[in-house]
């Protein structure tokens, strides 16, 4: 297991690497450039422009001078928000991305497999109705339409929650203002968990280890979170990899209508701004996420499962 888990961790090099240098290319050649906009620069100007930010240098140089840069752990300035480089936006944004996140998938899993469970066990029954209905919703409803939906009805109607702000912020709110984000932004990932959840657990409840320990005479409440809710939660577990990176970027829309300074927001304007170096350095950031994340599922896997070994 040790020497699996070297492997992995030397493993992730590379494949940083690889989507850095795609990435770097990628915006490098795409059409348009970040100082490209309605002004039109004058040829000396944009010389000087060029030079400064060494535009006018082979891309190949160009690509050498940023992976030093990187390696180094500076993602380099951003050409449109001149008085912060890289580092500073997402290393402001992140955090908020990542408690929102978080929050939203502890909810989702909460609820998801719990009533996943619930469902399985209560088969064809109210029990098992309502939380599919609502997985349903969840898969089909999306997450433009479910943020306002909830401000519509808890903020402007009933007045519990604000409709914006945030609490990690200054002057951003109490704890109220994490409650519709939070729910909004985990509602399709409970679907999916929920969903999950309730096939891989009808699938154990019939497989044979569980009727023979029927036929011993256990607890019903035994077989369920002693025995089967192991087997059952490996498709659980492979999904949240990528599922957390997921949630992160899937944030995007749940921090424009709620005016959540995250990093969806830099995500999002740095595409249209041709920012290239805040576009690399937020596919970056998100690339390591979904890496660590899949190496975790990984040894969480062995862990559920003594039949799975690494070599």
Known sequence: MTKYIIKRLLGMIPTILIIITLSFFIVRIAPGGPFDGERVLTEAVRRNIEARYHFDEPLVKQYARYMFDVLRGDLGPSYKYKDHDVNYLIGNSLPNSIVLGSMAMAVALVFGISLGITAAVKQNTILDYFPMCLAALGL????????????????????WFPTTGWFMTTGGGGWKTAVLPTIALSFAYYADIARLTRSSMLETLRSDYIRTAKAKGMKNSTII?????????????????????????????????????????????????????????????????????????????????????YK
Do not use: C, W
Request: glycine share 6%; charged share 10%.
């Open 140 to 159: 089909s409803v999306p997450l433009f339409v479910v943020a306002p939906l909830l401000q519509q009805i808890f903020s402007m109607q009933l007045h």
């Open 225 to 309: 979170f002693k025995h089967a809710m192991k087997g059952a939660m490996l498709p659980v577990v492979s999904y949240l990899g990528p599922a957390f990176a997921g949630i992160l970027t899937g944030s995007i829309v749940v921090e424009q209508v709620f005016t959540i300074p995250g990093l969806g927001k830099f995500f999002v304007q740095s595409s249209f701004n041709r920012d290239y170096t805040l576009i690399v350095g937020v596919v970056i950031v998100y690339s390591i996420i979904l890496v660590i994340m899949n190496f975790i599922v990984d040894i969480v896997y062995a862990q559920l499962d003594p039949r799975i070994t």
